[in-house]
């Protein structure tokens, strides 16, 4: 069993930052891609960032230069630095990872449960 645990989302003033973490546990053998995701009320789910096991990221445009995807490898843990917030940016925030585990050496996905992150004055 994995589980994805989101921390860091809140309150923040326009221009604020915040910085989400979201760590796997579980009987993980292997974490390739991971990614974050939001969705606002009302919209879809969009992707926000994501980055290879060996440290490659990609952003959607509307983070480019204000938003940081990173991780450790040894914590298992992905981190989204999240700078010159908008309140646009208001949004729940989910991670997910494609994974393997003892006992399916197939890759899964696997999402956290997301967390709230407001940006408003």
């Known amino acids: 069993q994995v589980q994805l645990v989101e921390s860091g989302g809140g309150l923040v003033q326009p221009g604020g930052s915040l910085r989400l973490s979201c760590a796997a546990s579980g009987s993980i053998v292997r974490i390739y891609t991971m990614a974050w995701y939001r969705q606002a009320p009302g919209k879809q789910r969009e992707l926000v960032a994501t980055?290879?096991?060996?440290?490659?990221?990609n952003y959607a445009d509307f983070v480019k230069g204000r938003f940081t995807i990173s991780r450790d490898n040894a914590k298992n843990t992905v981190y989204l630095q999240m700078n010159s917030l908008k309140p646009e940016d208001t949004a729940v925030y989910s991670c997910?990872?494609?994974?393997?585990?003892?006992?399916?050496?197939?890759?899964?996905?696997?999402w956290g449960q997301g967390t709230q992150v407001t940006v408003s004055s």
């Open positions: 997910n990872a494609f994974i393997t585990t003892m006992t399916d050496l197939r890759q899964q996905v696997y």
């Open positions: 980055i290879t096991s060996g440290g490659s990221t």
